[in-house]
């Protein structure tokens, strides 16, 4: 009988044959209450199943948020730090050529470290002569704009 699929219908005699009509009665009453509970305890265990999802979605999305504001002020950070570190680097190839210039192995290499140091003192004066124009141009536009300013207040008064 455990080997085979249960028919309910002699499952159903089975019953009634060990506990009489009345004992089957009972018997299919605590079948349909167990079975009640079984299906209740499923529901409350998905139901605690979704509650974990969405505590863990919540969470996922918690991190996520912190973690893409923490990259927000770190970018912001390196952002204003940027031309702190190109100045730093350009301190540093000058000290550089100016180590090989004073201390070098061989007279080749002062005359390798001359020549590059030239190309670096070129390259930081068109750097900075860039800058100048590009300072100049910012005021010229600032100017500009005060200018209009002032020509449309005027007109209003």
């Known amino acids: 009988m455990l080997g085979r699929p249960v028919n309910l219908q002699e499952a159903a005699g089975l019953v009634v044959t060990l506990f009489g009509a009345g004992g089957a009665l009972a018997a299919g009453k605590l079948w349909v209450a167990n079975r009640k509970l079984t299906l209740d305890a499923r529901s409350k265990e998905q139901e605690g199943d979704l509650k974990i999802e969405e505590q863990k979605d919540q969470l996922t999305q918690e991190l996520l948020k912190s973690a893409l504001s923490q990259v927000a002020q770190l970018t912001l950070e390196v952002e204003r730090l940027r031309p702190n570190t190109e100045h730093l680097y350009n301190a540093k190839q000058a000290f550089e050529y100016l180590e090989m210039i004073l201390f070098p192995d061989s007279p080749e290499e002062k005359l390798s470290a001359e020549r590059r140091a ?40």
Do not use: C, P, W, Y
């Not at 900075?128 to 449309?152: C, D, F, P, Y």
């Open 118 to 157: 030239r190309v670096f003192l070129a390259r930081m004066k068109r750097v900075e002569e860039a800058q100048g124009t590009i300072r100049n141009e910012v005021q010229r536009q600032q100017s500009g704009s005060h200018l209009i300013e002032r020509r449309t207040g005027a007109e209003n008064d």
